[in-house]
């Protein structure tokens, strides 16, 4: 009859103490990356994209392979740099880009789950519907010049 409540009050203090060292660092780190991730340059954008192409085309060859691990892989990549895309013209405050930069990231995260499901009426879904956002953007923002190479627009 004496120990019990003791045991009990200690361990809901050793709860808290730990939910505490837990939760609040984490929380501070979140809001600190936020904070100091700036948006990219004009030219780290340059050179996102020309790792997004190659990923892609392995993203479609691994699916087409039934490679679903390396798959997976892809589509996780693909979706981390769509998410530096997204924020690049959040800053810029383009809403179209902004619209064809989430819908990449849907697409994405749409193959992962696809993937993840064995889902392959799903996956050729989200490979359609990621290309759309390449073209969709490409067609209202990339400009290809006399030399081959792209600006923005
Ligand atoms: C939200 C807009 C947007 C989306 C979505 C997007 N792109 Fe781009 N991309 C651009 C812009 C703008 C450029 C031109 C600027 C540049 O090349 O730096 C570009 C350039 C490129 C280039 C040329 C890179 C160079 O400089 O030589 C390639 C290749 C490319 N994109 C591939 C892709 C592929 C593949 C996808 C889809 C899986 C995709 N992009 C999705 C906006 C987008």
């Not at 030399?147 to 627009?153: I, Q, R």
């Amino acid at each position: 009859m004496s120990y019990r409540p003791v045991l009990i009050g200690f361990m809901s203090v050793a709860v808290t103490i730990f939910g505490f060292t837990v939760a609040r660092p984490s929380a501070q780190t979140a809001a600190g990356k936020m904070a100091m991730k700036a948006p990219m340059s004009d030219d780290e954008y340059s050179k996102t994209m020309k790792q997004i192409a190659p990923t892609f085309q392995s993203l479609q060859k691994n699916n087409t392979a039934m490679n679903y691990g390396d798959a997976a892989k892809d589509a996780q990549k693909l979706e981390a740099w769509f998410k530096d895309v997204l924020a690049y013209w959040e800053a810029k405050k383009v809403d179209d880009a902004v619209g064809f930069a989430k819908a990449a990231i849907a697409a994405a995260q749409d193959t992962s789950k696809a993937l993840e499901a064995m889902n392959a009426t799903g996956l050729t879904d989200a490979q359609k519907a990621l290309g759309g956002a390449c073209q969709g953007c490409h067609t209202a923002h990339r400009e290809k010049l006399a030399d081959g190479s792209y600006k923005m627009k």
